[in-house]
């Protein structure tokens, strides 16, 4: 069962999300946030799978939200998926450098959103399928020479996992275990300065790593 919180100042469309939600028999719905400080709190509290935040709310926005919920180190974190109503957004890249896992366009449709939802649990990372190019523009930072600290068996993982691959395809075209995959992942985040799967696909394609 994937637990699945909302943050979002619009009762609404939270309403709505909730629905969506709770007709899925996988997904469970764990509650909704109508602030970034809210958010925060839903996240420490109802330990969501993953979280659907809003941008802009009042207070903390979802910016301030994100870092705040990827500081803290009580427990398991949620991933992350932001919503916006523009899909070219400086806001977006902001959220992603933060630490989330992706975004999502406000209307998308619901069967894009559930499945958005699904994929970002099983550990890939979701972008709504408009101004890809101008995003990663946005997110990426030119640090060629930081891929010369990767031992070889990470530069192999992150050539895969820069191909969109998940942990389970990158362990079996590698030939290692998901723990190792994943403690690889970890290692290369660290070394290349990056705080997501999201930054590390942007890394590789604005370095041209991959096409």
């Not at 602030?35 to 941008?55: C, E, F, K």
């Not at 070219?88 to 559930?114: H, M, N, Q, S, Y």
């Not at 998940?166 to 660290?190: C, M, P, Q, Y």
Request: hydrophobic residues 45%; charged residues 25%.
């Amino acid at each position: 069962m994937i637990r699945v919180g909302v943050a979002d100042d619009q009762p609404l469309f939270c309403a709505g999300l909730q629905m969506m939600i709770e007709s899925q028999p996988d997904l469970e719905f764990a509650g909704t946030a109508a602030d970034g400080l809210q958010a925060v709190q839903l996240a420490r509290s109802a330990r969501p799978d993953v979280l659907l935040m809003d941008i802009r709310m009042p207070g903390l926005d979802g910016i301030a939200a994100t870092e705040a919920i990827r500081r803290d180190r009580t427990g398991q974190l949620p991933r992350i998926v932001v919503l916006t109503t523009f899909d070219r957004d400086e806001a977006v890249a902001a959220a992603l450098r933060a630490g989330a896992d992706g975004f999502l366009l406000k209307d998308a449709t619901p069967d894009f959103i559930l499945a958005a939802i699904r994929t970002v649990h099983d550990g890939h990372s979701v972008i709504a399928p408009k101004q890809t190019t101008e995003l990663f523009r946005a997110l990426a930072r030119r640090r060629p020479e930081a891929i010369d600290s990767l031992s070889v068996r990470e530069k192999e993982v992150f050539l895969l996992a820069a191909r969109g691959l998940n942990n389970g395809d990158i362990g079996r075209t590698a030939f290692i275990s998901e723990a190792t995959v994943k403690s690889h992942v970890r290692s290369i985040l660290a070394k290349l300065g990056l705080v997501s799967r999201v930054q590390l696909v942007a890394f590789a394609y604005e370095n041209g790593l991959v096409r």
